[in-house]
């Protein structure tokens, strides 16, 4: 597995690397003016923070994977949290007129960073796959469930589109690093496919999982989460 999972990250960093290089060779092969070379440079530097952005987010993964626990602020309206992440989506929103009902509320202490990354990471999922014009919701419940140490308080958080559905073999490995359902699907190319990975390893800083669902036109991916620590021996600082 993790032979498969360094053959990965060569891949993916290979693509931008290669990239990078060829368009260099090209530049200087001949005189280039201004304005050329800074076509060029503006190129390679979304290269370049593609493949930071593919390192920052494996570097923080790598923290999930020693068992450390997010920290846990003051109870904070997950409502609110889902707002502000809506906001943060508002343009790409209206670009494919999508529009967001949050429906629901809860008020839990968890690490409002990294729960606001992990709902920033399944919106703009959702909003890539969406049907142009639909409406997605951000569905926040609460509910008792059974545990080996007896019952408790779980609060979830799933973002739910309507559009094309994931095949049920594929729904297992969506929280892999580096899976795509399906490379083919339009934007497949336009994120690294470590989003879901994140979400999980965040569900599982907060002793909670992660959980996809998709059938009839409707693909719904969350978060499950004790209400509540049950302890803290490890904590990861989030950063913003």
């Known amino acids: 597995q993790m032979e498969a999972f360094n053959a990965d990250v ?3 960093l290979n693509t931008p690397l290669t990239t990078l290089i060829s368009s260099c060779e090209l530049a200087l092969r001949k005189p280039r003016s ?3 070379l800074q076509d060029i440079l503006a190129s390679n530097l979304e290269d370049l923070q593609r493949m930071a952005g593919i390192v920052a987010d494996m570097l923080f993964l790598s923290h999930a994977d020693r068992g450390t626990e997010a920290r846990r602020s003051a109870k904070v309206s997950l409502a609110e949290l889902a707002s502000e992440v809506a906001e943060f989506h508002e343009a790409v929103l209206q670009e494919a007129h999508l529009q967001v009902l949050i429906d629901g509320d809860a008020s839990v202490a968890v690490d409002a960073r990294l729960v606001r990354r ?5 919106l703009g999922n959702a909003s890539r796959y969406a049907e142009a014009g639909s409406t997605i919701t ?3 419940s609460q509910s008792v469930v059974e545990t080996p140490d007896g019952k408790r308080d779980n609060v979830s958080i799933a973002v739910i589109n309507r559009g094309a559905e994931i ?3 594929h729904l297992p490995r969506l929280f892999d690093r580096f899976y795509r359902a399906d490379a083919s699907r339009a934007h497949a190319n336009l994120n690294h496919g470590l989003g879901l990975a994140i ?3 965040i569900a599982r800083m907060h002793g909670g999982t992660a959980f996809a669902t998709s059938s009839s036109g409707i693909t719904k991916i969350g978060i499950s ?3 509540s620590p049950k302890t803290t021996p490890h904590i990861f600082e989030s950063q913003s």
Do not use: C, K, T
């Open 10 to 12: 060569a891949h993916e």
């Open 225 to 227: 989460l004790p209400a």
């Open 118 to 122: 992990a709902l920033s990471n399944l």
């Open 138 to 140: 951000i569905e926040i």
């Open 34 to 36: 201004a304005v050329e």
């Open 199 to 201: 979400v999980a390893a």
């Open 167 to 169: 095949d049920p073999i």
